[in-house]
């Protein structure tokens, strides 16, 4: 069947599907596993479910205080379960995955203490949170200090420096799985295990957190199957589905995860109170979704990975290498090719299609920045997205799709745009054209 009609109906020409059908060629067997690798998360989410008894009353929420919420308690037993973790922190009052790393950092550590990152300079928002820019309320405020080891040149752990760091003030490490906006390759959960095994190693009580954000069910293990004693990440990326409009987890040892909860509420008050309010039925859903969704956005990456590789860009991850997030990088070199990159996936939208993106000075970063989301919970990333600073080396970095339909599309889109634009030629693609 050929569904190219539709497609021009979208904007797309017979050459761009064409080529994108002859990329899908070769993508078979990768669509495969991790379609396979989709149906083990499913039924691991299912089985949490299903081992916690959901009933139909968790769906409804309370108001006010929040005492005996039974829908948001049996939903932190789901994520206990789906992590293999003995407890878990899954509100609504958690606002970002900023604040889900901060308030795990900051309930867990205290003034004396020193925090470590064995894996380089954690992502952007986190450095206001940790103090390395000054910042009102930081750790550093409170008189906690930080250390960070960077990855080798070849991205592998500089475990020498990693042991010397380690002091009697290490309370606390911080391992962060996806790459975010840098270079650096996206930690497999495999290489998180070795890392922890080493640190615990040389001392065993150091807290070993990960950051989890982007890599929730891209692998059928978890960092927490490894040995992590908190993960941490957002519920507008992979584990809220697309359905969950705001909030953030904390899965771990029960102590982390208590300490957290002090933090978040009250000392005192802890898990006790925190009206769900009506959104645990889109926590629940999302999160039965979560697996197959992520899967979506898998195979969307490594499309457009393939897709622009062949064309001579540089992309990261490349078109072949096993995948550890959801997120990809294509490099153009010139501001051109990122704005019509952003722009196409903005028109792929299924909301705010007709608006045209344009550079500007986003607050905290030191160059103009394109964005494209036209999303149906504000600021999802799970949802068909990309974003780019407007500074070499000219790089977008594209993530999402709630469907796999649907990434595929704003791929095909951006490629469009990229050609309308002029930036690579029609007969550029023609020759991979095999009709
Ligand atoms: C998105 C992200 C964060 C921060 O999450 P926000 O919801 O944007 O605050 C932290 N770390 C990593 C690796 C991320 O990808």
């Known amino acids: 069947m050929n569904n190219y009609r539709i497609f021009h109906a979208l904007g797309i020409s017979r050459e761009v599907y064409e080529y994108g059908e002859a990329i899908l060629k070769d993508l078979k067997s990768r669509f495969e596993e991790i379609d396979e690798r989709a149906e083990y998360n499913q039924l691991k989410v299912l089985k949490a479910m299903q081992d ?13 205080y929040g005492y005996n919420d039974i829908g948001r ?51 952007d928002t986190l450095e ?48 962060q799985r996806s790459k975010g906006y840098q270079t650096r390759p996206t930690l497999s959960v495999t290489r998180i295990g070795e890392l922890i095994k080493f640190i615990k190693n040389i001392k065993p009580d150091v807290i070993c957190m990960v950051d989890n ?15 992590a004693d908190m993960v941490v990440g957002s519920l507008i990326k992979n584990p809220g589905g697309g359905l ?45 979704l979560a697996p197959t969704v992520t899967a979506g956005a898998l ?46 996936i903005q028109a792929a939208a299924p909301i705010d299609s007709y608006v045209t993106p344009e550079p500007w000075d986003m ?7 394109i964005m494209a989301a036209g999303a149906f919970v504000s600021g999802s990333s799970i949802e068909l997205s990309a974003d780019g600073p407007i500074k070499p080396p000219f790089a977008v970095y594209f993530q999402g799709g709630l469907t796999w339909q649907h990434a595929k599309f704003g791929i095909l889109k951006s490629l469009q745009s990229v050609i309308d634009k002029g930036i690579i030629a029609i007969s550029d693609i023609n020759e991979f054209i095999t009709k």
């Open 52 to 64: 916690n008894q959901v009933n139909e009353a968790c769906l409804l929420g309370t108001t006010g």
């Open 73 to 123: 308690d049996t939903l932190e037993a789901v994520y206990a379960s789906v992590f293999h973790t003995e407890d878990a922190l899954v509100r609504p009052q958690i606002t970002c995955g900023t604040h889900a790393l901060a308030l795990a950092l900051m309930s867990n550590l205290r003034p004396g203490d020193e925090l470590l990152s064995p894996v380089g300079k954690p992502y």
């Open 128 to 175: 206001e949170v940790i103090g390395i820019r000054n910042s009102k309320g930081s750790l550093r405020e409170y008189g906690i200090s930080y250390k960070q080891v960077d990855l080798l040149e070849d991205g592998s752990f500089d475990f020498d420096n990693i042991a010397k760091a380690i002091n009697e003030k290490t309370r606390l490490v911080n391992i």
């Open 213 to 227: 954000c982007y890599g929730e069910f891209v692998e059928e293990i978890e960092p927490s199957d490894v040995g």
């Open 244 to 288: 969950a409009p705001i909030g953030g987890y904390i899965a771990g040892k029960k102590e982390c995860v208590e300490n957290a909860a002090y933090r978040l509420t009250s000392p005192g008050l802890g898990k006790e109170v925190g009206a769900s309010l009506g959104v645990l039925s889109s926590f629940y859903q999302g999160l039965f």
């Open 299 to 344: 195979k969307g990456a490594i499309f457009a990975a393939n897709l622009y590789e062949r064309l001579g860009f540089g992309v990261v991850p490349n078109g072949t290498e096993s995948r550890h997030d959801i997120i990809q990088a294509v490099t153009f070199g010139h501001a051109e090719g990122v704005i019509a990159f952003c722009q196409g």
């Open 363 to 369: 607050p905290g970063y030191d160059a103009q920045v």
